[in-house]
C-alpha cells in the first residue's frame, strides 16, 4: 500500500485509491527513525506575529537559521488566513545563528531591499518561505514573493543576505521560467560545485519531481527526466545537501481529507544521484500529528553524524529536529527495486551542465566512509570498558551517591520523593507534548509453561497499548504469544536480533532473566527504543525523547545495584549499549559463576561509573519514575491505593514496577490492593471519559444537557491522574440546592478518578455537611467581591491545580471570578471555563463583553480588543494556552463552538505537565 501510491504502471484510479488510504498507515517520524528528536526552536516573535516556516542550513561551520513570521492565525479548517482587522497578510523574515547544541547565539531582522519597489499587490507582502543555502561563499536564500505583479503572482526571487551593516537582502532577481505563467512555489535550492579546476560552484534547482526539471539560477531549464516511480505529487521542500554519493532532500505531500474538509501533509526524503535522477524514496510520514506540518531546511548537524531538520506546525509554531544519518539511509527504498519501478528512465537533455565530487564548502558534509560510525566506536569502548570499574579513584559506590545523594536516605517515601525532585528536572525538555508521537516499546517474553495464564504480561503490555505506545514483544516462540495480538500487540521472533541456539546455551547455564538483561542490549542497539520488563504496568505515555534513559532504585547498593535496567531508552547503534552488550556476552562466557544482577544493575551501574559511560550519567534519573515503590517494599502492593499517597502522588510517576519475581500476582474485586488493581490495569485505571459516565453529571455523553466536556479534561488531565493534589469547582450541585438530589456527582467524579486529590467547592449552598479529608467546601457568591475574597483568603497563592468555573455562567461573574482565582492556581495548571454559550438574562452587553468573545481576542491578539472592565487582560502574560472546545449539546441544538474554554498558567522551564 505504501509504495502502490508510486506505481506508475496501474491505473489513475487505483494508484490515486492508494494514495488517498496513506493518510491511514502514515507513521510519524519518531516510530520510522527512534533517534529522531525534535524542540521549538524558542525564538520570540515581534508582538503581533508568529513564527512560522523556518530553513535551517550550514553556512561553512556555522549552523543559520531563518526565521519567518507571520501576522496571521490558520483557521481551524487550514485553509483560512486571518489577520488582525483584515490587514494584509504579512512576512517579517530573521536570521538566527545557533550553538552546536542549537541554542540561539544571536538573531536578526533580515530587512527588504533598499531598492524594493513599492508594492503593485499588497494583499500579500514580504518574502515568504525562504530556503537558505550557502553559495559564493555567502549566504542566499530563494523567496516566494507576491506584490511585484497587480495579480498576485506567486513568483521565486533569489536574493543574497548581505550582513555588512544592517542585515538586508540584496542582489535580488526574479526567476522567470520558460512555459506558462503558472504561480511559483517551492523551488528546491541545489548549489553544485564545478568541476575541478573548473571554476566556482552552480546555483540550481528542483523546479519539479515528476518530470525531474533542473533550471539554473536564472529559471532556464537544464534538463528534464522521468522518475521511475509517479511523482506528481511531490511537493518541493528543503535545499539538496551532499548525501551518500548523490543528493538528499525532504519534499512534502498534501491530502484533502474531504471528510475532515481539512488538509494534510505528509514527507519523504528522495535521493538525486550526480546526473539529477530521482532513484531512492522513502515511505512517508508526518513530524509531530497529521495536519498542517511544512518542512523548508535541512542541514548536515556540524558532527557530521546527524541531520537538521526545520519544520513548522500549523504555521504558527517552528521546530528544529536531530536525526541519526545512518536512520535516514536506511529509510531510503530503491526505486527501480520498489513494486511502482521502472528500470528503465528516458532523459531529455536540453543543455548539459557539468558534475563533480562531493563539495565540501558552504557546509555541505563529505561523505563519510562507510565503516566510519557507531559500531567501530562502540567496539572500541568495549575494549577499552572490559575491566569496567571504578572512575578514577571513586568506586562505583561513591559516584552515585554523589551524582544522587538522596540514595543516602531512602527510608522515608515521602523525604526521598521531594529530595530526589530538583535531581529529575532535567528531564522536563525531553519530554514532548501531548502529540509527540510515542516511542516503540520492545519486550521480551517466553512462555515456559502451557499452563501458565501470563496474567501480568497480559497487564503489562495491555497498559503499554492503553497509553498509545506501539509494543513489540519478542519470543523464540511467538506462535505462543498469539493471544496477545488482538490486544494491538506485535509479535516478533527473537531469533531476528540472538541465535536461538545463543538463548538455549545461555538459559541453560543460568535462568531466562539473565539472557533478557543481555537480549536488552542487543535489542536496543539495533533497533532503539523503549525497553520495558514485562511487569512494568504503564500508567500513562511516556514521550521520552532525549538520548538515553536510565532510571535508578532506591535500595541495592550492597550489591552494586544502582541502575535497574527494567526500563532503558537508547537510539539505535548507540555505542553504550554495543558496548554492554559485548561485555555481557564476554562475561558470560568468562565466568563460572552466574548471579541475578551481574550483566544487569551491577553491569550497567559500574559501566555508568567507569570513564567509558560517564557522559550516560546525565541520562540517569530517580526512581520515581517507574520504581517508586522499591524491591524490597513489595508489601505496600497489598495496599490500596488510598494509602500510597507518598509513594505514588507525583507527576513523575509514569509507570509502576511490579517486581514480579517477588511478587505473586492474583486477580480481586472492588477495594482489592493495589496489586489486584494494578493486574487489571484497564478495569481499573478508566479513562476519565468512560469513568463520566457512570456518574449523574452533564460533564458525560448521556445526562442532562450532555456537554461531554470529560473528553476534555481527560486530554488535558489525565497525567496527572496521580500527583493532582487539590482541584476547585464553583458550582457544585443546583439539584441538591434546590431539594431534588442527595449528592455532589462532579466530586465523586473527580474523587473517583484523582486518588489523591482534596475536592474544593464553591457554591451559593452550604456543603459544609459533606466536608471530610477530601472535600471542603465554602459558601461564596460569584458577583460579590468580598465574597470571592473571602474564600481565596483562606487558600494559599498557587495552592490549586485545577480550577473548574461551572457556576453562574454570567460574564461579569465569570470574569470576576477569574481575576480574583488565578492566583491561587499552581504554575503549570488549568482553569477551565464551562457553558459558555449560556447567559442568564440581565447583563448589559454595552457594560461587559462575553466572556467567550474576550478571551477568544486575548488568545488571538494578546490582550482584548472590546471593553475590559474587570481588567482580565492584565493576566494574559500568566497565559501559556488559551484553547477552546465545544459542548456536543450546543453544538447539535444551536451549531454553537467553542462553549468551554481552558487557559493553562505558564510555567517555569523544568515544570513537568
Same mark, same amino acid.
Given at each position: 500500500?505504501?509504495?502502490?501510491?508510486?506505481?506508475?504502471?496501474?491505473?489513475?484510479?487505483?494508484?490515486?485509491?492508494?494514495?488517498?488510504?496513506?493518510?491511514?498507515?502514515?507513521?510519524?517520524?519518531?516510530?520510522?527513525?527512534?533517534?529522531?528528536?525534535?524542540?521549538?526552536?524558542?525564538?520570540?516573535?515581534?508582538?503581533?506575529?508568529?513564527?512560522?516556516?523556518?530553513?535551517?542550513?550550514?553556512?561553512?561551520?556555522?549552523?543559520?537559521?531563518?526565521?519567518?513570521?507571520?501576522?496571521?492565525?490558520?483557521?481551524?479548517?487550514?485553509?483560512?488566513?486571518?489577520?488582525?482587522?483584515?490587514?494584509?497578510?504579512?512576512?517579517?523574515?530573521?536570521?538566527?545563528?545557533?550553538?552546536?547544541?542549537?541554542?540561539?547565539?544571536?538573531?536578526?531582522?533580515?530587512?527588504?531591499?533598499?531598492?524594493?519597489?513599492?508594492? @503593485?499587490?499588497? /494583499?500579500?507582502?514580504?518574502?515568504?518561505?525562504?530556503?537558505? !543555502?550557502?553559495?559564493? =561563499?555567502? %549566504?542566499?536564500? *530563494? #523567496?516566494?514573493?507576491?506584490?511585484?505583479?497587480?495579480?498576485?503572482?506567486?513568483?521565486?526571487?533569489?536574493?543574497?543576505?548581505?550582513?555588512?551593516?544592517?542585515?538586508?537582502?540584496?542582489?535580488?532577481?526574479?526567476?522567470?521560467?520558460?512555459?506558462?505563467?503558472?504561480?511559483?512555489?517551492?523551488?528546491?535550492?541545489?548549489?553544485?560545485?564545478?568541476?575541478?579546476?573548473?571554476?566556482?560552484?552552480?546555483?540550481?534547482?528542483?523546479?519539479?519531481?515528476?518530470?525531474?526539471?533542473?533550471?539554473?539560477?536564472?529559471?532556464?531549464?537544464?534538463?528534464?527526466?522521468?522518475?521511475?516511480?509517479?511523482?506528481?505529487?511531490?511537493?518541493?521542500?528543503?535545499?539538496?545537501?551532499?548525501?551518500?554519493?548523490?543528493?538528499?532532500?525532504?519534499?512534502?505531500?498534501?491530502?484533502?481529507?474531504? @471528510?475532515?474538509? /481539512?488538509?494534510?501533509?505528509?514527507?519523504?526524503?528522495?535521493? !538525486?544521484?550526480?546526473? =539529477?535522477? %530521482?532513484?531512492? *524514496? #522513502?515511505?512517508?510520514?508526518?513530524?509531530?500529528?497529521?495536519?498542517?506540518?511544512?518542512?523548508?531546511?535541512?542541514?548536515?548537524?556540524?558532527?557530521?553524524?546527524?541531520?537538521?531538520?526545520?519544520?513548522?506546525?500549523?504555521?504558527?509554531?517552528?521546530?528544529?529536529?536531530?536525526?541519526?544519518?545512518?536512520?535516514?539511509?536506511?529509510?531510503?527504498?530503491?526505486?527501480?527495486?520498489?513494486?511502482?519501478?521502472?528500470?528503465?528512465?528516458?532523459?531529455?537533455?536540453?543543455?548539459?551542465?557539468?558534475?563533480?565530487?562531493?563539495?565540501?564548502?558552504?557546509?555541505?558534509?563529505?561523505?563519510?566512509?562507510?565503516?566510519?560510525?557507531?559500531?567501530?566506536?562502540?567496539?572500541?569502548?568495549?575494549?577499552?570498558?572490559?575491566?569496567?570499574?571504578?572512575?578514577?579513584?571513586?568506586?562505583?559506590?561513591?559516584?552515585?551517591?554523589?551524582?544522587?545523594?538522596?540514595?543516602?536516605?531512602?527510608?522515608?517515601?515521602?523525604?526521598?520523593?521531594?529530595?530526589?525532585?530538583?535531581?529529575?528536572?532535567?528531564?522536563?525538555?525531553?519530554?514532548?507534548?501531548?502529540?509527540?508521537?510515542?516511542?516503540?516499546?520492545?519486550?521480551?517474553?517466553?512462555?515456559?509453561?502451557?499452563?501458565?495464564?501470563?496474567?501480568?504480561?497480559?497487564?503489562?503490555?495491555?497498559?503499554?497499548?492503553?497509553?498509545?505506545?506501539?509494543?513489540?514483544?519478542?519470543?523464540?516462540?511467538?506462535?505462543?504469544?498469539?493471544?496477545?495480538?488482538?490486544?494491538?500487540?506485535?509479535?516478533?521472533?527473537?531469533?531476528?536480533?540472538?541465535?536461538?541456539?545463543?538463548?538455549?546455551?545461555?538459559?541453560?547455564?543460568?535462568?531466562?532473566?539473565?539472557?533478557?538483561?543481555?537480549?536488552?542490549?542487543?535489542?536496543?542497539?539495533?533497533?532503539?527504543?523503549?525497553?520495558?520488563?514485562?511487569?512494568?504496568?504503564?500508567?500513562?505515555?511516556?514521550?521520552?525523547?532525549?538520548?538515553?534513559?536510565?532510571?535508578?532504585?532506591?535500595?541495592?547498593?550492597?550489591?552494586?545495584?544502582?541502575?535497574?535496567?527494567?526500563?532503558?531508552?537508547?537510539?539505535?547503534?548507540?555505542?553504550?549499549?554495543?558496548?554492554?552488550?559485548?561485555?555481557?556476552?564476554?562475561?558470560?562466557?568468562?565466568?563460572?559463576?552466574?548471579?541475578?544482577?551481574?550483566?544487569?544493575?551491577?553491569?550497567?551501574?559500574?559501566?555508568?561509573?567507569?570513564?567509558?559511560?560517564?557522559?550516560?550519567?546525565?541520562?540517569?534519573?530517580?526512581?520515581?519514575?517507574?520504581?517508586?515503590?522499591?524491591?524490597?517494599?513489595?508489601?505496600?502492593?497489598?495496599?490500596?491505593?488510598?494509602?500510597?499517597?507518598?509513594?505514588?502522588?507525583?507527576?513523575?510517576?509514569?509507570?509502576?514496577?511490579?517486581?514480579?519475581?517477588?511478587?505473586?500476582?492474583?486477580?480481586?474485586?472492588?477495594?482489592?490492593?493495589?496489586?489486584?488493581?494494578?493486574?487489571?490495569?484497564?478495569?481499573?485505571?478508566?479513562?476519565?471519559?468512560?469513568?463520566?459516565?457512570?456518574?449523574?453529571?452533564?460533564?458525560?455523553?448521556?445526562?442532562?444537557?450532555?456537554?461531554?466536556?470529560?473528553?476534555?479534561?481527560?486530554?488535558?488531565?489525565?497525567?496527572?491522574?496521580?500527583?493532582?493534589?487539590?482541584?476547585?469547582?464553583?458550582?457544585?450541585?443546583?439539584?441538591?440546592?434546590?431539594?431534588?438530589?442527595?449528592?455532589?456527582?462532579?466530586?465523586?467524579?473527580?474523587?473517583?478518578?484523582?486518588?489523591?486529590?482534596?475536592?474544593?467547592?464553591?457554591?451559593?449552598?452550604?456543603?459544609?455537611?459533606?466536608?471530610?479529608?477530601?472535600?471542603?467546601?465554602?459558601?461564596?457568591?460569584?458577583?460579590?467581591?468580598?465574597?470571592?475574597?473571602?474564600?481565596?483568603?483562606?487558600?494559599?497563592?498557587?495552592?490549586?491545580?485545577?480550577?473548574?468555573?461551572?457556576?453562574?455562567?454570567?460574564?461579569?461573574?465569570?470574569?470576576?471570578?477569574?481575576?480574583?482565582?488565578?492566583?491561587?492556581?499552581?504554575?503549570?495548571?488549568?482553569?477551565?471555563?464551562?457553558?459558555?454559550?449560556?447567559?442568564?438574562?440581565?447583563?448589559?452587553?454595552?457594560?461587559?463583553?462575553?466572556?467567550?468573545?474576550?478571551?477568544?481576542?486575548?488568545?488571538?491578539?494578546?490582550?482584548?480588543?472590546?471593553?475590559?472592565?474587570?481588567?482580565?487582560?492584565?493576566?494574559?502574560?500568566?497565559?501559556?494556552?488559551?484553547?477552546?472546545?465545544?459542548?456536543?449539546?450546543?453544538?447539535?441544538?444551536?451549531?454553537?463552538?467553542?462553549?468551554?474554554?481552558?487557559?493553562?498558567?505558564?510555567?517555569?522551564?523544568?515544570?513537568?505537565?
Amino acid at each position: 500500500m505504501l509504495f502502490r501510491s508510486l506505481n506508475r504502471t496501474i491505473g489513475d484510479g487505483p494508484r490515486e485509491l492508494a494514495w488517498s488510504n496513506l493518510f491511514f498507515y502514515v507513521q510519524p517520524a519518531k516510530t520510522m527513525m527512534p533517534s529522531f528528536s525534535a524542540r521549538p526552536v524558542g525564538f520570540t516573535a515581534p508582538d503581533g506575529y508568529r513564527p512560522s516556516n523556518p530553513s535551517v542550513a550550514r553556512l561553512g561551520d556555522q549552523i543559520v537559521f531563518l526565521q519567518r513570521t507571520v501576522n496571521y492565525t490558520l483557521a481551524e479548517d487550514n485553509l483560512q488566513y486571518d489577520t488582525p482587522g483584515g490587514a494584509p497578510v504579512h512576512t517579517r523574515n530573521f536570521l538566527l545563528r545557533l550553538s552546536d547544541e542549537l541554542a540561539i547565539q544571536s538573531a536578526s531582522e533580515i530587512l527588504p531591499p533598499v531598492d524594493m519597489p513599492d508594492p @503593485a499587490n499588497g /494583499r500579500v507582502l514580504g518574502f515568504e518561505d525562504m530556503r537558505l !543555502f550557502g553559495w559564493r =561563499d555567502a %549566504l542566499w536564500g *530563494v #523567496s516566494c514573493v507576491r506584490e511585484l505583479t497587480e495579480e498576485g503572482w506567486c513568483e521565486q526571487v533569489v536574493a543574497r543576505i548581505d550582513e555588512s551593516g544592517a542585515c538586508r537582502l540584496t542582489d535580488w532577481r526574479v526567476l522567470h521560467p520558460t512555459g506558462p505563467r503558472v504561480h511559483e512555489k517551492n523551488w528546491m535550492p541545489h548549489v553544485k560545485p564545478g568541476k575541478t579546476g573548473a571554476g566556482a560552484e552552480t546555483l540550481r534547482f528542483i523546479y519539479l519531481c515528476d518530470p525531474t526539471r533542473i533550471v539554473d539560477e536564472q529559471g532556464a531549464t537544464l534538463s528534464e527526466t522521468s522518475p521511475a516511480i509517479a511523482a506528481q505529487s511531490f511537493r518541493g521542500g528543503t535545499q539538496l545537501i551532499a548525501f551518500a554519493g548523490g543528493w538528499l532532500a525532504l519534499i512534502h505531500e498534501v491530502q484533502w481529507r474531504t @471528510a475532515e474538509k /481539512r488538509r494534510y501533509y505528509l514527507h519523504r526524503f528522495v535521493w !538525486f544521484d550526480e546526473a =539529477d535522477t %530521482l532513484r531512492k *524514496v #522513502s515511505r512517508p510520514f508526518f513530524f509531530d500529528k497529521k495536519g498542517v506540518e511544512f518542512a523548508a531546511g535541512l542541514a548536515w548537524h556540524p558532527d557530521e553524524r546527524q541531520l537538521l531538520i526545520s519544520y513548522s506546525i500549523t504555521d504558527s509554531q517552528s521546530w528544529i529536529a536531530t536525526v541519526e544519518e545512518a536512520e535516514v539511509r536506511s529509510l531510503l527504498e530503491d526505486v527501480d527495486g520498489l513494486p511502482s519501478g521502472l528500470a528503465d528512465t528516458a532523459s531529455r537533455l536540453t543543455s548539459a551542465g557539468g558534475h563533480s565530487s562531493t563539495p565540501t564548502k558552504a557546509g555541505v558534509k563529505p561523505e563519510r566512509a562507510e565503516d566510519d560510525g557507531a559500531m567501530c566506536d562502540a567496539s572500541q569502548t568495549a575494549s577499552e570498558g572490559k575491566d569496567v570499574g571504578a572512575s578514577g579513584i571513586k568506586s562505583t559506590d561513591e559516584i552515585f551517591h554523589d551524582l544522587a545523594p538522596f540514595l543516602r536516605d531512602v527510608d522515608s517515601p515521602l523525604e526521598r520523593r521531594e529530595r530526589s525532585r530538583q535531581f529529575d528536572t532535567r528531564i522536563s525538555p525531553f519530554l514532548g507534548g501531548d502529540d509527540t508521537a510515542l516511542p516503540q516499546i520492545n519486550c521480551f517474553y517466553q512462555v515456559m509453561s502451557d499452563k501458565a495464564e501470563h496474567r501480568t504480561m497480559i497487564a503489562a503490555t495491555t497498559s503499554m497499548r492503553a497509553a498509545g505506545h506501539p509494543v513489540r514483544v519478542w519470543s523464540y516462540a511467538p506462535e505462543k504469544l498469539e493471544f496477545i495480538v488482538a490486544h494491538g500487540v506485535e509479535v516478533r521472533n527473537a531469533d531476528d536480533v540472538m541465535p536461538r541456539a545463543l538463548f538455549e546455551r545461555i538459559v541453560a547455564g543460568s535462568e531466562i532473566r539473565y539472557f533478557s538483561d543481555i537480549f536488552r542490549y542487543a535489542l536496543l542497539y539495533e533497533h532503539g527504543g523503549l525497553w520495558m520488563d514485562c511487569d512494568v504496568i504503564l500508567l500513562r505515555p511516556f514521550p521520552f525523547r532525549g538520548d538515553h534513559f536510565f532510571n535508578l532504585q532506591w535500595r541495592g547498593s550492597h550489591k552494586g545495584h544502582f541502575v535497574c535496567g527494567n526500563i532503558i531508552y537508547a537510539k539505535p547503534y548507540s555505542r553504550h549499549l554495543r558496548a554492554l552488550y559485548e561485555m555481557s556476552i564476554s562475561r558470560f562466557h568468562d565466568t563460572s559463576g552466574k548471579e541475578f544482577g551481574d550483566i544487569g544493575p551491577k553491569l550497567l551501574s559500574d559501566y555508568i561509573a567507569s570513564d567509558a559511560g560517564a557522559e550516560l550519567r546525565e541520562w540517569v534519573f530517580s526512581p520515581m519514575f517507574f520504581n517508586t515503590i522499591d524491591w524490597n517494599e513489595i508489601d505496600r502492593f497489598e495496599k490500596p491505593i488510598t494509602e500510597l499517597a507518598d509513594y505514588l502522588s507525583d507527576e513523575r510517576v509514569f509507570g509502576i514496577h511490579l517486581w514480579t519475581a517477588r511478587n505473586e500476582a492474583r486477580p480481586g474485586g472492588e477495594g482489592a490492593p493495589l496489586i489486584s488493581t494494578l493486574i487489571s490495569p484497564l478495569e481499573s485505571f478508566p479513562t476519565f471519559t468512560s469513568l463520566a459516565d457512570r456518574f449523574n453529571t452533564d460533564k458525560n455523553r448521556h445526562t442532562g444537557n450532555r456537554h461531554a466536556y470529560a473528553r476534555i479534561y481527560d486530554r488535558l488531565l489525565s497525567s496527572r491522574k496521580l500527583s493532582m493534589r487539590r482541584l476547585m469547582e464553583i458550582g457544585l450541585c443546583r439539584g441538591l440546592a434546590e431539594g431534588n438530589q442527595t449528592e455532589t456527582p462532579s466530586v465523586s467524579l473527580w474523587q473517583s478518578y484523582f486518588p489523591f486529590c482534596q475536592v474544593v467547592g464553591v457554591d451559593l449552598t452550604d456543603f459544609s455537611q459533606l466536608n471530610n479529608e477530601r472535600f471542603k467546601s465554602f459558601v461564596g457568591d460569584q458577583s460579590k467581591l468580598d465574597d470571592l475574597r473571602g474564600v481565596a483568603a483562606k487558600l494559599d497563592l498557587g495552592s490549586l491545580d485545577v480550577i473548574i468555573d461551572d457556576g453562574s455562567h454570567a460574564s461579569f461573574d465569570e470574569q470576576l471570578t477569574l481575576r480574583e482565582f488565578f492566583p491561587l492556581l499552581a504554575e503549570g495548571g488549568w482553569y477551565f471555563l464551562e457553558d459558555l454559550d449560556w447567559q442568564p438574562p440581565g447583563e448589559d452587553a454595552a457594560k461587559i463583553t462575553l466572556t467567550k468573545n474576550l478571551l477568544r481576542e486575548i488568545q488571538q491578539h494578546g490582550s482584548a480588543r472590546s471593553i475590559d472592565p474587570l481588567g482580565v487582560s492584565a493576566l494574559a502574560g500568566q497565559f501559556a494556552e488559551v484553547l477552546f472546545f465545544d459542548s456536543h449539546y450546543e453544538l447539535n441544538r444551536a451549531k454553537l463552538t467553542g462553549g468551554l474554554v481552558a487557559i493553562r498558567k505558564r510555567a517555569e522551564t523544568g515544570h513537568l505537565r
